[in-house]
């Protein structure tokens, strides 16, 4: 009896606490919980400190920082290195861009100066236009053709939709979801728009969610990690598209400080293995992208491999 009531007393508290709104599994130093279906792993940090882990997931998964960061890009005039190197199979370079450029803001318009501009290989066709998918996706994110006007930096009720569009443009609109959304359906892609998904109920079946806190570069941060499951059978490794992605997010402000993440899929139609790193800086009260490093393989029915990389490094802002 008196081993029954000790462990009475042990199990009371944790059952208590479990039903409460959320549940708990003690797992080690670390917590696991259920918030919708889905399950999330708190590490010692968080719940040691007594964090209110729930606000903090739910903010997470509706951030809109990260785009607004690249839609600041629009307002603000900046000065970068731009790097791209298409790759042969054997990652041999066989054509190259590199540029160093300035934004200018004149009456509510924003337009591309080319101070330095060296190119290899052919990375332009003979009219000047890309010769690849890449480059033009690194232009309609950094650089400017002619004079554009009468944009803002608002993200409130702006969504992608590439169904409105087709062609490039389409295929663009899609890539900018992959970039700025990633964890967010894609429409329009056959057999891997709602794998993308990383939030509904399908997903947290593939994927473990850890929140944890630490420091990035001297500040303090949230980090949140989404990684796929060890246990996966054959058919569900299937739907699998994010390997990995890790977020720190400022502990004071909630906004996203850097990012790294790698996506891959194989389809009968298209394949493709991108990975990502983007670190952010502030522009007075403007968060925007200093650094972008992109690796990306890819191929689709109607375009042929392209294997590059780019690294995109932005300074003097003002």
Same mark, same amino acid.
């Given at each position: 009896?008196?081993?029954?009531?000790? &462990?009475l007393?042990?199990?009371?508290?944790?059952?208590?606490? &479990?039903?409460?709104k959320?549940?708990?599994?003690?797992?080690?130093?670390?917590?696991?919980?259920?918030?919708?279906?889905g399950?999330?792993? %708190?590490?010692?940090?968080?719940v040691?400190n +007594?964090?209110?882990?729930?606000?903090? %997931?739910?903010?997470?998964?509706?951030?809109?920082t990260?785009?607004?960061?690249?839609?600041?890009?629009?307002?603000?005039?900046?000065?970068?290195?731009?790097?791209?190197?298409?790759?042969?199979?054997n990652?041999?370079?066989?054509a190259?861009?590199?540029?160093?450029?300035?934004?200018?803001?004149?009456?509510?318009?924003?337009f591309?100066?080319?101070?330095?501009q060296?190119?290899?290989?052919?990375?332009f066709?003979?009219?000047?236009?890309y010769?690849?998918?890449t480059?033009?996706?690194y232009?309609?994110?950094?650089?400017?053709?002619?004079?554009?006007?009468?944009?803002?930096?608002?993200?409130?009720?702006?969504?992608?939709?590439?169904? $409105?569009?087709?062609?490039? $443009? @389409? +295929?663009?609109?899609?890539?900018?979801? #992959?970039?700025?959304?990633?964890?967010?359906?894609?429409?329009?892609?056959?057999?891997?728009?709602n794998? #993308?998904?990383?939030?509904?109920? +399908?997903?947290h079946?593939?994927y473990?969610?850890? #929140?944890?806190?630490?420091?990035?570069?001297?500040?303090?941060?949230?980090?949140?990690?989404?990684?796929?499951?060890?246990?996966?059978?054959?058919?569900r490794?299937?739907?699998?598209v994010?390997?990995?992605?890790?977020?720190?997010?400022d &502990?004071?402000t909630m906004?996203?400080?850097a990012?790294?993440?790698?996506?891959?899929?194989? &389809?009968?139609?298209?394949?493709?293995?991108?990975?990502?790193?983007?670190?952010?800086a +502030?522009?007075?009260n403007? #968060?925007?992208?200093?650094?972008?490093?992109?690796k990306?393989?890819?191929?689709?029915?109607?375009? @042929?491999?392209?294997r590059?990389?780019?690294?995109a490094?932005?300074?003097?802002?003002?």
């Open positions: 009896m008196k081993l029954i009531y000790a &462990a007393i042990l199990i009371l508290p944790l059952k208590i606490f &479990a039903q409460q959320d549940s708990f599994i003690v797992e080690g130093k670390d917590t696991t919980i259920i918030i919708d279906k399950t999330f792993t %708190l590490k010692e940090v968080i040691r +007594h964090m209110d882990y729930e606000s903090l %997931l739910r903010r997470i998964q509706n951030d809109t990260f785009y607004k960061a690249f839609r600041n890009l629009h307002i603000v005039e900046f000065s970068a290195y731009n790097n791209i190197r298409m790759l042969d199979k990652d041999n370079v066989q190259s861009y590199y540029s160093k450029t300035r934004q200018h803001r004149e009456n509510d318009c924003r591309t100066e080319v101070i330095e060296k190119t290899t290989g052919n990375f066709d003979k009219k000047g236009d010769n690849y998918t480059g033009e996706m232009a309609s994110i950094f650089l400017t053709k002619g004079r554009v006007c009468g944009e803002d930096n608002i993200v409130a009720g702006r969504t992608f939709n590439p169904s $409105e569009k087709s062609g490039m $443009e @389409k +295929h663009k609109e899609q890539l900018k979801i #992959l970039f700025f959304n990633p964890g967010r359906k894609i429409p329009g892609i056959p057999f891997i728009g794998k #993308l998904d990383l939030y509904d109920d +399908h997903a079946k593939l473990n969610y850890t #929140l944890n806190y630490d420091t990035y570069k001297g500040e303090n941060a949230y980090v949140f990690s989404i990684k796929p499951k060890e246990d996966l059978g054959f058919f490794r299937g739907d699998i994010v390997d990995e992605m890790t977020t720190w997010f &502990a004071k906004e996203v400080i990012r790294t993440y790698s996506l891959s899929y194989k &389809a009968g139609l298209y394949d493709f293995n991108v990975s990502m790193q983007v670190e952010m +502030h522009v007075g403007l #968060l925007v992208p200093q650094t972008m490093r992109y990306g393989n890819f191929s689709a029915i109607t375009k @042929k491999r392209e590059g990389e780019f690294t490094t932005l300074f003097d802002f003002k």
